[in-house]
């Protein structure tokens, strides 16, 4: 990947233009034609650097509720109950978390004796069914409930990377608002529901790429257009970009990294530990007496050691102690969130 891939993927990433044109807008800024764009975004699907370019939406705003969740299960039933997570389309990350065999075992941030959950999974669904579906699929895939972990405060939510230092791309994070609650949305008629479904697919690589969605919605592409501006200023869509596979762009080690803060705590510690190197996602997210940690990172380098150094250093920075640092062994799934399924 040259200078100019890597520009324009980091680019990508942030969201495209809403106009009907947007590649040709993209290239404006990078110095690029079009046609370039194009043949670029294409090149980075062909070698598996890419794997989606669509919506990413807000998903309380249009009902839905989502959360982490773990559970904690021997080695030898991991991979079927992990089985049994990936194949729910409620299910968009699943991960096996532990201490990574590369570092040391006493290491700042190790386990220590202490049980914690070693499969890790994000699940959404409608609010109305969201809990009893989150609990039948813990009891489907493992017999029991799982560890639910849902956000109150979000301070960075940027599944961002930069090519160039194979690293969760800097950026301003968010203001620490509070998590939306999942009440009623603002209601969405059929066409809105429709543009929903044909965003958040793949759309194509193409001159107008949003043409086609606002057909199958039924609209007129200027009408969509309007849509998806009105629904960023609202807060239901995020933006329309480019996501990739990490891993394939050189960022192979990504640890969930949590700290116990007194109440009060996060107001100062949240905002900082999220301005740190590496840090993808900060949420200050419920305690739970099975796992009484209450602050999260993601924190992306290139390597294990990497991480860690980052992981010490963005616990120094935001004054923080006694976190622990659960690096993502083994992934079994990570997808994009499917709105209004049959």
């Known amino acids: 990947m040259d200078e100019r891939d890597a520009q324009l993927i980091l680019r990508a990433q942030r969201g495209l233009p809403l106009e009907r044109e947007p590649f040709a807008a993209l290239g404006r800024g990078l110095g690029m034609d079009e046609d370039a764009v194009l043949a670029r975004l294409r090149a980075a699907f062909a070698r598996g650097e890419a794997r989606r370019l669509g919506a990413v939406f807000e998903p309380e705003a249009l009902g839905y509720r989502t959360a982490l969740a773990a559970l904690r299960l021997p080695e030898a039933r991991v991979d079927g109950a ?20 590369e570092l040391p075992p006493d290491a700042e941030g190790a386990p220590r004796g202490r049980t914690v959950p070693n499969l890790w999974f994000t699940f959404g669904a409608p609010a109305g069914v969201f809990e009893s579906a989150l609990d039948a699929l813990g009891r489907r895939a493992a017999g029991a409930a799982p560890l639910i972990l849902p956000a109150v405060r979000r301070f960075r939510v940027e599944a961002i990377f930069d090519p ?30 429709r543009l929903v479904i044909a965003l958040q697919g793949h759309l194509p690589l193409d001159r107008r790429p949003f043409d086609r969605a606002a057909a ?11 849509h998806m ?49 590496g840090v993808s996602h900060c949420y200050l997210r419920a305690r739970r007496e099975a796992f009484p940690f209450d602050l999260y990172a993601m924190i992306h380098a290139p390597d294990w050691p990497a991480a860690h150094a980052r992981f010490a250093a963005a616990a120094r920075a935001a004054g923080l102690r006694d976190g622990l640092f659960l690096g993502s062994t083994r992934e079994y799934k990570k997808t994009s969130m499917a709105f209004f399924a049959t």
Do not use: F, K
């Not at 891993?247 to 900082?272: E, I, K, S, T, Y």
């Open 82 to 101: 992990a089985a049994a997570l990936a194949a729910d389309p409620g299910v968009t990350h699943c991960y096996l978390r532990g201490w990574p065999a």
């Open 216 to 226: 199958e919605a039924g609209l007129e592409p200027e009408a969509a257009l309007a």
């Open 229 to 277: 501006r009105r629904w960023m200023a609202d807060g239901i869509l995020r933006r329309i970009a480019l996501v990739v596979r990490h891993r394939r762009l050189g960022v192979l080690a990504n640890a969930m990294c949590a700290w116990d803060v007194p109440p009060g705590g996060a107001d100062a510690a949240g905002p900082r530990l999220a301005a740190q190197e």
């Open 164 to 193: 160039a230092a194979r690293s969760a791309a800097p950026a301003a994070p968010a203001s620490g608002r509070p998590a939306r609650s999942g009440g009623p949305p603002p209601p969405l008629a059929e066409s809105d529901r």
